[in-house]
């Protein structure tokens, strides 16, 4: 069975940092690129991170970008997000998924990802 299961989600006052995780099993997702995207209730589902399979090209979006760190251990089948200075408004279910290459779309958009994990919360209090 090919899972992705994040891990190290929770509360934390604003301005401090979590390290959020998401290990992969059931196949290798060293070849794959792997994203972070996060959803708030009523709202869409949306672009946080990626990287690629080597780990020379990531992106991020605006509002997350000089902030969040998105690395990966292919040898571990893991790609982490390390999130610091957080605000509320980060506050959401953080989401990591993998992209074979064989689906339409550009990286930002949930329909390149073909495996998606179960999400974990992060909660950001003022």
């Known amino acids: 069975q090919v899972q992705l299961v994040e891990s190290g989600g929770g509360l934390v006052q604003a301005g401090g940092s979590l390290r959020l995780s998401c290990a992969g099993s059931?196949?290798?997702?060293?070849?794959?690129?792997m994203g972070w995207f996060r959803q708030t209730p009523g709202k869409e589902r949306e672009f946080v991170a990626r990287?690629?399979?080597?780990?020379?090209?990531?992106s991020y979006a605006d509002s997350v970008k000089g902030r969040f760190t998105i690395s990966r251990d292919n040898a571990k089948n893991t790609v982490y997000l390390q999130m610091n200075i957080l605000k509320p408004e980060d506050t959401a279910v953080y989401y990591c998924?993998?992209?074979?290459?064989?689906?339409?779309?550009?990286?930002?958009?949930?329909?390149?990802?073909?495996?998606w994990g179960q999400g974990t919360q992060v909660t950001v209090s003022s």
């Open positions: 998924a993998a992209s074979s290459g064989g689906m339409g779309g550009s990286y930002y958009e949930t329909q390149r990802y073909d495996y």
């Open positions: 059931g196949r290798t997702f060293s070849y794959d690129t």
């Open positions: 990287i690629t399979w080597r780990g020379t090209l990531t």
